[in-house]
C-alpha cells in the first residue's frame, strides 16, 4: 500500500476531472494550461485548508451581531518550488489573497544528483503557521524532499505539499523521508518512465507553463 497513515488525498471530483482531462492534452496551449494550473491550484488549496486554524470573531452585519470565524493573517505561506511551482501560486493565492509567500528554488548537483536549494526567501513568520508547498509535479520526489528539508531546518511544524500529478514512487519518498507531511494531489498516476517523467503525466510542466517547448 502506498500510504498506510492517510497522509494522501488524491481529489476525487468531476471537476477537477475535467480540467485535468485538458490539462493531460499535449495540444493544450500554454495559455490555457497555465490557467488550469491555477484553478486548480486554487481547488487544491480549499481543500487542503479544510481543517485550517480559525478564529472566532464578531461582526457587524446591517442587522446585527454575527458570530464568524476567520483564517488569522499571516497564518497561512505558500511556497512555490522553482520554476513550475510558481504556476501553481496565484490559484492558491485566488483563495486566499493575503496568504504570505516564500520561494524555494532547487538543483540537482551534477555529481551527487542530490536536489538542494540554490535560492530560497522566505517570509519569517512561516514558522507559526500552515507552509502550503506547491509544485505541479511529484516524480521521483527528490526536489521535493529537500524543500520539505529546507522548511523543516527554518523551523516549519505545519507543510502540505499540493501537487496536481503524483507518481506513486515520489508519493512513497516523500512519505518516507517526512513523518508528518500531508500531500494533496489531483491525480496519481501509474509511475515514471527512464527518465523520470510521470506516466501518462502531462510532459514537462514547467515548458507547459511558460511555453518554453
Ligand atoms: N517534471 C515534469 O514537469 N514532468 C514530469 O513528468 C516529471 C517531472
Redesign the pocket.
Known sequence: MIDSSNRLMVLNHPLVAHKMAHLRDASTKPTEFRQLVRELAAIETYEALRDARVEEVTVRTPLADASCARIPADSITVVPILR?GLGMLEGALDMVPSALVGHVGMERDEETHEAHPYYAKLPSRIVDGTALLVD??L??GGSAIAALQYLRDAGVRDVRFLVL?A?PEGVRAVLDADPDVRIWTCALDDG?NEN????P????????IFGTL
Open positions: 513550475a505541479p509535479m516524480a521521483t500529478v507518481a515514471l523520470a517523467y510521470i506516466l503525466g502531462l510532459g514537462d510542466a514547467g515548458d507547459r
